[in-house]
T-cell receptor, first 114, second 114 residues
Framework: AQSVTQLGSHVSVSEGALVLLRCNYS??????LFWYVQYPNQGLQLLLK??????LVKGINGFEAEFKKSETSFHLTKPSAHMSDAAEYFC????????????FGAGTRLAVHP | DAGVIQSPRHEVTEMGQEVTLRCKPI?????LFWYRQTMMRGLELLIY????????DSGMPEDRFSAKMPNASFSTLKIQPSEPRDSAVYFC????????????FGSGTRLTVV
């Protein structure tokens, strides 16, 4: 069975600092991996996805993530945090098999301080 | 495309009352998912449909919860009778079969049962 672990339920950075949100997955087959962002009082929005093409994936708002099979990781990064990046971020893995089912991590809340 | 549309955005009801949440998926999407989000439990998958047929309802917490999808453009999640512990944000999401696309989420319904 596939699963996702997000290390750190809360991450706090200063504006302009590097953002690093960690995600490790477990999958017996090549996974599809996703990062979603949830701003306050909104639904989840797709940030970026890995679907077995390039291992470095670029998403919206300057975020990117690198798929590392040897480390079973898909960490999300942004070189310089902005106040508007404050949100909750969810990593997800697509379950193999006949049905399209995403398994979500517990989420990481990112706070950005001036 | 208007995206996934959920109604109402907010619902406040008294314990014991019936509550119906509504969802209109993106046209052409053949998967529909209902999630519940709480601070304590995070994102929980309640049920999902493929081509209007319920595939997995193992996440539905109790018999008080029921979901239907009478056609490709409409789904409901009903709670009868409602209880205070049902207070949460309920999200609907839809997707295409090909798991490469991920999900598109609605803005959610914030349910408060008093």
């Amino acid at each position: 069975a596939q699963s996702v672990t997000q290390l750190g339920s809360h991450v706090s950075v200063s504006e302009g600092a590097l953002v690093l949100l960690r995600c490790n997955y477990s999958s017996s087959v090549p996974p599809y991996l996703f990062w979603y962002v949830q701003y306050p009082n909104q639904g989840l929005q797709l940030l970026l996805k890995y679907t077995s093409a390039a291992t470095l994936v670029k998403g919206i708002n300057g975020f990117e993530a690198e798929f590392k099979k040897s480390e079973t990781s898909f960490h999300l990064t942004k070189p310089s945090a902005h106040m508007s990046d404050a949100a909750e971020y969810f990593c997800a893995v697509s379950q193999s098999g006949g049905y399209n089912k995403l398994i979500f991590g517990a989420g990481t809340r990112l706070a950005v301080h001036p | 495309d208007a995206g996934v549309i959920q109604s109402p955005r907010h619902e406040v009801t008294e314990m014991g009352q019936e509550v119906t949440l509504r969802c209109k998926p993106i046209s052409g999407h053949d998967y529909l998912f209902w999630y519940r989000q709480t601070m304590m439990r995070g994102l929980e998958l309640l049920i999902y449909f493929n081509n209007n047929v319920p595939i997995d309802d193992s996440g539905m917490p109790e018999d008080r919860f029921s979901a239907k999808m009478p056609n490709a453009s409409f789904s409901t999640l009903k709670i009868q009778p409602s209880e205070p512990r049902d207070s949460a944000v309920y999200f609907c999401a839809s997707s295409l079969y090909d798991r490469v696309y991920g999900y598109t989420f609605g803005s959610g319904t914030r349910l408060t049962v008093v």
